[in-house]
């Protein structure tokens, strides 16, 4: 069972626009959250994560917000490149502190349009 | 810093034979990770290691799979015998675990499975 969810599998975004990724999670036990980046024939990389207690957090052009209440979170990219075409991946700890793993979404696939 | 080495980076093999993919880890990290990759399941972890001991097996989905870390540098994947269903991609990750902090994972490039 999918504890955490990304419901679009493929979002088109013109560029220097704003891309709007989101995921859903269904473990309120989740306590850390991650995004991750691939590009084709290569593995995941970190992009940026957030702690439960917060609710924002930023690294350049981009965000993620976290909405507890509704087991929510989402990653703002701004502007948007033609870089950033990628699928991107939510992902959490499976236990707290991540030494055991993490338990990934079915990934976004980002296309940034010229 | 080379990063997670993982190879073969491609293996077509035909059903029934066996099948090893390797991955060599950061080095430093004590922590290992093999996820699998398919469209239908997305990213799923199948096992991890800890300081070279196997921690956590229950990702692995049935007896023909088995995995080992004989070193801190090493670790390999076996599918024996390999079935259509397995074809896939392969990731092998690694981190520094600490208590108290979520480490980064680590992904090599992975190992794209094919079996006829």
């Known amino acids: 069972d999918q504890q955490v969810k990304q419901n679009s599998p493929s979002l088109s975004v013109q560029e220097g626009r704003i891309s709007i990724l989101n995921c859903d999670y269904t473990?309120?036990?989740?306590?850390?959250f991650l995004w991750y980046k691939k590009y084709p024939a290569e593995g995941p990389t970190f992009l940026i994560s957030i702690s439960s207690i917060k609710d924002k957090n930023e690294d350049g052009r981009f965000t993620v917000f976290l909405n507890k209440s509704a087991k929510h979170l989402s990653l703002h990219i701004v502007p948007s490149q033609p870089g950033d075409s990628a699928v991107y991946f939510c992902a959490a700890p499976r236990r707290w502190g991540g030494a055991d793993g993490l338990t990934f979404g079915k990934g976004t696939h980002l296309i940034i349009q010229p | 810093d080379a990063g997670v080495i993982q190879s073969p980076r491609h293996e077509v093999t035909e059903m029934g034979q066996e099948v090893t993919l390797r991955c060599k880890p950061i080095s430093g990290h004590n922590s290992l990770f093999w996820y699998r990759q398919t469209m239908m399941r997305g990213l799923e972890l199948l096992i991890y290691f800890n300081n070279n001991v196997p921690i956590d097996d229950s990702g692995m989905p049935e007896d023909r799979f088995s995995a080992k870390m004989p070193n801190a540098s090493f670790s390999t994947l076996k599918i024996q015998p390999s079935e259509p269903r397995d074809s896939a991609v392969y990731f092998c990750?690694?981190?520094?675990?600490?208590?108290?902090?979520?480490?980064?994972?680590?992904f090599g490039p992975g190992t794209r499975l094919l079996v006829l």
């Open positions: 473990n309120s036990m989740f306590d850390y």
């Open positions: 990750a690694s981190s520094l675990a600490g208590r108290g902090r979520v480490e980064t994972q680590y």
